[in-house]
């Protein structure tokens, strides 16, 4: 299976590219392990979910049918993460979802070999997630929330508010 139709497939709700069919098995399912520092009653990690679920559904995939997702929910403490993250590389998984760094990490620090994809990553390059942005290497890849270029932007603007005073603000917020 390929990177990029491996990230398309767990893109958190953004999938936009199927895996061809032809690399299953028939009758076989696709196995995802899918670990959340969410707990599995929050309104948020179930929006996630459903919303997980049609995109999975647009491009075929049925839960039951042709993949399984093996959740894990409430990882919010390093410990906690690296236990469930233990528990789902036992599971044998095809590849792995993290929703966050502390998932990311724990599931980095279990296994070398799955494909781990990640979500909500400020820093995946400075945690040791990936080699380089570019060329992610290893097992592990995945979609960032700050785009790194935009800090130039930020430091602009706070240079114009401290020159010109706080009436520039709702211009400069504008231009972004």
Same mark, same amino acid.
């Given at each position: 299976?390929?990177?990029?139709?491996? *990230?398309?497939?767990?893109?958190?709700?953004?999938? =936009?590219? $199927?895996?061809? #069919? &032809? !690399?299953?098995?028939?009758?076989?399912?696709?196995?995802?392990?899918?670990?959340?520092?969410?707990?599995?009653?929050?309104?948020?990690?179930?929006?996630?979910?459903?919303?997980?679920?049609?995109?999975?559904?647009?491009?075929?995939?049925?839960?039951?049918?042709? *993949?399984?997702?093996?959740?894990?929910?409430?990882? =919010?403490? $390093?410990?906690? #993460? &690296? !236990?469930?993250?233990?528990?789902?590389?036992?599971?044998?998984?095809?590849?792995?979802?993290?929703?966050?760094?502390?998932?990311?990490?724990?599931?980095?620090?279990?296994?070398?070999?799955?494909?781990?994809?990640?979500?909500?990553?400020?820093?995946?390059?400075?945690?040791?997630?990936?080699?380089?942005?570019?060329?992610?290497?290893?097992?592990?890849?995945?979609?960032?929330?700050?785009?790194?270029?935009?800090?130039?932007?930020?430091?602009?603007?706070?240079?114009?508010?401290?020159?010109?005073?706080?009436?520039?603000?709702?211009?400069?917020?504008?231009?972004?």
């Amino acid at each position: 299976m390929r990177r990029r139709e491996f *990230i398309a497939l767990l893109g958190s709700a953004t999938v =936009a590219v $199927p895996i061809a #069919a &032809r !690399a299953q098995q028939p009758g076989q399912l696709f196995r995802l392990g899918y670990l959340s520092s969410n707990s599995e009653d929050k309104q948020q990690a179930q929006s996630y979910r459903i919303a997980f679920h049609e995109a999975l559904g647009s491009l075929g995939w049925a839960e039951g049918r042709t *993949i399984r997702i093996d959740y894990r929910w409430g990882a =919010a403490t $390093p410990e906690r #993460a &690296r !236990a469930y993250a233990e528990e789902l590389v036992t599971l044998k998984p095809n590849a792995l979802l993290a929703t966050n760094s502390t998932c990311s990490e724990a599931l980095q620090k279990t296994t070398k070999t799955v494909p781990i994809v990640f979500t909500n990553v400020s820093d995946p390059l400075g945690s040791g997630l990936v080699d380089s942005m570019a060329h992610p290497g290893g097992n592990v890849t995945g979609f960032t929330n700050y785009e790194f270029n935009i800090g130039g932007k930020w430091l602009e603007i706070l240079k114009e508010v401290d020159h010109r005073g706080p009436d520039i603000m709702p211009q400069s917020i504008a231009i972004m």
